[in-house]
């Protein structure tokens, strides 16, 4: 029980991946990218192993 400590909120976005951008709808949290977006934020990056958009 001696390493239980209050953790920052930078330490918990690390532990949890991170928040996903608006309009991502498959987000990828060990490669920190987001492999499908919304119809609205077609043409956004994506993971370099994502399928092609359709839009």
């Known amino acids: 029980m ?3 400590r209050k953790l920052n909120k930078g330490e918990l976005k690390k532990i949890k991946g991170g928040r996903p951008p608006l309009g991502c709808n ?3 949290p060990t490669a920190g ?3 499908a977006w919304a119809d609205g934020y077609c043409g956004e990056a994506t993971c370099p192993n994502s ?3 359709f839009c």
């Open 26 to 28: 498959s987000w990828n």
């Open 2 to 4: 001696k390493n239980l």
């Open 51 to 53: 399928p092609p958009p």
């Open 33 to 35: 990218c987001c492999r």
